[in-house]
């Protein structure tokens, strides 16, 4: 297992906010209205306990954007919310004035534009800021349950699961979701040591102290960070 101290998971924290924070400008934007995310907790855990997690909390679907990214550090980004929340959000995005089937239709293609938009605004800040660069895939829709959603593709039994609960507020209404970066441990190992880096220089009065402003990812296709 790969452990983060407290001053690691502060820091990640704190730039997984700032990520969240631009991608909630992006739908605010989107949406003309209000928009509220923040990620409150940050946890690394293996596999079966992030899908235990799930299937106890969550007993209806879940429905999720997945994007694969690669750089120092690679793996899967999972956005991941109840199928009860999914018109919800569609309709969010693509207007009241829709008629009920109309907003079924395009639902698949809304819900992958919200994924895509959250999950390069965290993806896109951590890496800015640790000074890497990252490779973005188009986003995909997935549904089923949380065995279904992080079940292993490629054969890597060792992938650990870093966690992150999502207070996320659209429309004056409350949707609770989740985002899942799975990664293999040496990917986590190689992440900690950018964290590491990124500490130390705030803590040293030199110019790598300073958090180098990001532009903003493009809502569709892939994004190169």
Partial sequence: MVELNDLERDALTELVNMGVGRAATHLSRMVSDQVLLSVPSVDIVSRDAATEFLVTRERSGL?????????????????????????????????????????????????????????NGCLVVIANTLKDRLSISL??????????????????????????????????????GYIALLMGVSSLESLKQLIHGFIEGIASPTPSAEIPSTTPGTPHGSDTV
Wanted: hydrophobic share 50%; net charge negative.
């Fill in 139 to 176: 986003p995909a829709v997935l549904r089923g349950n949380g065995a279904n959603i992080l079940k292993d593709k490629a054969g890597n039994s060792d992938d650990l699961v870093l966690f992150l609960y999502i207070d996320f507020s659209i429309r004056s209404r409350s949707i609770r």
């Fill in 63 to 119: 429905v999720a954007v997945e994007q694969e990214f690669r750089g120092s550090f690679a793996g899967r980004a999972l956005l991941i919310f109840p199928e009860v929340n999914s018109l919800e959000l569609a309709r969010a995005v693509l207007g009241s004035e829709l008629t009920l089937a109309e907003i079924v239709d395009l639902e698949q293609d809304a819900l992958a534009e919200i994924g895509n938009i959250i999950l």
